[in-house]
């Protein structure tokens, strides 16, 4: 049972464009929401991550937007360029960890292309 | 500072042989996951560790595989008498604190089984 969704699988986006990929969970508990980049044959790198306690996080070209009424979270990257282009994977992580203690949970990827 | 190591970063094993993948975490974290990465799907938790002991190993198979963290040296994981079901990428992630939201993520190790 995937208790991350992830869309789209893939993305294909002109450089200069918005690209957004969406994330949606039902664990209420979830209370951090981090977003991954990986590249072709490395490990993810943590890009931008946000709390349930803000709508809206900003790091440079990339936002999270946060609907928790919706349980749903977004990442844009504005302005995109083709080095943007890699797998973004979103995840997210319970607060009260008990048993699950800081595991996270990962949607299966989307593969963003972005053409010159 | 370096960040997570991990090797080696490509092993290739026969059914049935053995597989050690290591695991140094970043200076200073004393906190390891690892996850498994098969192709076209997010990675799935395997494993919680702190030095000298296994906190959660919920997500990991319970034949065949095992974990540790000892006092001194890398984290290991290892796959006995492998199948071809287990080739994919194996990552670790440390983290400075308990339940650590920031995990950093090592390049991996990808496993091919023949």
């Known amino acids: 049972q995937q208790q991350v969704k992830q869309s789209p699988q893939s993305l294909i986006v002109q450089k200069g464009g918005i690209s957004i990929i969406n994330c949606a969970y039902e664990?209420?508990?979830?209370?951090?929401f981090p977003w991954y980049q990986q590249f072709p044959g490395k490990g993810p790198a943590l890009l931008i991550a946000?709390?349930?306690?803000?709508s809206e996080k900003k790091e440079g070209r990339f936002t999270i937007s946060f609907n928790k009424s919706a349980k749903q979270f977004s990442l844009h990257i504005m302005d995109s360029q083709p080095g943007d282009s890699a797998t973004y994977f979103c995840?997210?992580?319970?607060?009260?960890?008990?048993?699950?203690?800081?595991?996270?949970?990962f949607g299966r990827g989307t593969q963003l292309t972005v053409w010159p | 500072n370096a960040g997570v190591m991990q090797n080696p970063r490509h092993l290739v094993r026969r059914r049935g042989q053995e597989a050690r993948l290591r695991c140094s975490p970043m200076?200073?974290?004393?906190?390891v996951y690892w996850y498994r990465q098969l192709p076209e799907e997010g990675l799935k938790f395997m494993v919680y560790?702190?030095?000298?002991?296994?906190?959660?190993e919920s997500g990991m198979p319970k034949e065949r595989f095992s974990a540790e963290f000892p006092k001194e040296g890398p984290s290991i994981l290892r796959i006995q008498q492998v199948v071809r079901g287990d080739s994919a990428a194996y990552f670790c992630?440390?983290?400075?604190?308990?339940?650590?939201?920031?995990?950093?993520f090592g390049p991996g190790t990808r496993l091919t089984v023949t």
């Open positions: 992630a440390s983290s400075p604190r308990t339940g650590g939201a920031e995990q950093y």
């Open positions: 664990n209420t508990a979830f209370d951090y």
């Open positions: 946000i709390r349930p306690d803000v």
């Open positions: 995840a997210a992580q319970e607060a009260d960890r008990g048993s699950t203690l800081g595991r996270l949970y």
């Open positions: 200076k200073g974290h004393s906190h």
């Open positions: 560790l702190q030095k000298e002991n296994i906190i959660d």
